[in-house]
């Protein structure tokens, strides 16, 4: 079983950046596609990015498209998502996991971990 381990969150204004890291240990995660989700107070858990096990293809939902960057080094076992030109309606706790399909179709497989805090002030 995979453990993932979020960081990077904090508070920003709206028009900031922020870069999360997302930590794999147990196993690796190297032949994995990988997903960044988020969840906002009342709201479900959502997709946000995607990238497949290489790192040849990435997907995003369509609110964070041209603002948000997901890559990955398999060697170091971690994947990260930048975040720039924030807006407040990106507060949210983000979450990495284990995808079974990187364009957001799929499902998320392993144990979700404490995520990371964002807070975008206007």
């Known amino acids: 079983q995979v453990q993932l381990v979020e960081s990077g969150g904090g508070l920003v204004q709206a028009g900031g950046s922020l870069r999360h890291s997302c930590v794999a240990s147990g196993r690796t995660i190297r032949n994995s596609a990988m997903g960044w989700f988020r969840q906002a107070p009342g709201k479900e858990r959502e997709f946000v990015a995607g990238?497949?096990?290489?790192?040849?293809?990435?997907y995003y939902t369509d609110s964070v498209k041209g603002r948000f960057a997901i890559s990955r080094d398999n060697a170091e076992n971690t994947v990260y998502l930048q975040m720039d030109s924030l807006k407040p309606e990106d507060t949210a706790v983000y979450y990495c996991?284990?995808?079974?399909?990187?364009?957001?179709?799929?499902?998320?497989?392993?144990?979700w971990g404490q995520g990371t805090q964002v807070t975008v002030s206007s």
């Open positions: 996991n284990v995808v079974d399909e990187p364009s957001g179709l799929g499902s998320a497989l392993g144990a």
């Open positions: 990238i497949s096990w290489r790192g040849g293809r990435t």
